[in-house]
């Protein structure tokens, strides 16, 4: 009876022994573990917005080239998905779908009002970092610009109205 006493004893002061040793390896480890998978998911966040951005810049591209070939923003789309662009995405093939069943492009959209403020956002931020001045000034400063009293009025208008909105 003393000796499986005696082996216990042991074997509980050696276990108390290795992990007072090995407990701030573990928390070592675990920091780093968790500091590690933190980071990852940073990197992961911030690639998928460049992905989203470089795709939309590309599309917006391989759009503006269609059109100096002549053709159709529908027949651009069509023509992207038939020769199974995948790095465009599914929205894609969906709205090439959509087209080639009788729609037009803008159609195509499911909510033109949401996707047209989202397409906006987005080229604000692809070319413009998010920037309303820059985009603005850049118009501006287009010499084919051609901006009337009126357009200019309105312009005006909804500034002073966001302005008095900010106070």
Not at 37 to 51: K, P
């Amino acid at each position: 009876m003393s000796l499986l006493k005696d082996l216990f004893g042991v074997q509980e002061e050696l276990l108390r022994s290795l992990l007072a040793h090995t407990m701030p390896a573990l928390i070592w480890m675990a920091a780093i573990g968790f500091t590690a998978a933190f980071l990852y998911g940073v990197y992961e966040d911030i690639s998928r917005q460049l992905r989203r951005n470089e795709i939309a810049r590309c599309f917006l591209q391989l759009l503006e080239v269609g059109l100096k070939q002549g053709r159709s923003l529908e027949q651009t789309t069509v023509s992207l998905s038939e020769q199974r662009v995948r790095s465009l995405g599914v929205h894609l093939h969906l709205m090439a779908g959509y087209i080639e069943r009788g729609l037009r492009f803008e159609q195509a959209l499911e909510d033109r009002a949401r996707a047209g403020k989202s397409a906006f956002l987005r080229v604000l931020e692809t070319f413009f970092d998010g920037s309303l001045e820059k985009a603005v000034a850049a118009h501006l400063s287009d010499p084919g610009a051609e901006i009337g009293p009126d357009e200019l009025r309105r312009l005006s208008a909804l500034i002073r109205e966001a302005k008095r909105k900010e106070t």
